[in-house]
């Protein structure tokens, strides 16, 4: 499973997607928790392929690329539901 939180690094959610991921990342050092700037070209290819047009946005993908999960926007889903979305 692939944890991704697609966002826009030079907004108002920059610094509390930020934080969220070393948090996460601190909790669950197993897990693979990635922050993706939409302004790059392959974070705006993901918006593209998972219909994501709001930010920030945190998908969860299975080893085939189909999506398991979406949290759309403010507030950050919880972190024990993330990771078991990652353990599954």
């Known amino acids: ?3 991704v939180i697609l966002y826009h690094p030079q907004s108002d959610h920059s610094r509390t ?3 969220y991921v070393y ?3 601190k909790r ?3 897990v693979s928790l990635e922050a993706l700037s939409v302004d790059t070209r ?3 290819n993901m918006a593209r392929t998972y219909d994501v ?3 920030p946005t ?3 993908l299975r080893e085939n ?3 398991a999960q979406s949290w759309p926007g403010i507030p950050l889903p919880l972190m024990n539901e993330v990771a078991y979305f990652a353990f599954s």
């Open 1 to 3: 499973m692939k944890i």
């Open 17 to 19: 997607v930020e934080d």
């Open 23 to 25: 948090e996460f990342s």
């Open 28 to 30: 669950n050092p197993e």
């Open 42 to 44: 392959s974070g705006s």
């Open 53 to 55: 047009v709001q930010y």
């Open 58 to 60: 945190m998908i969860a």
């Open 65 to 67: 690329g189909e999506l």
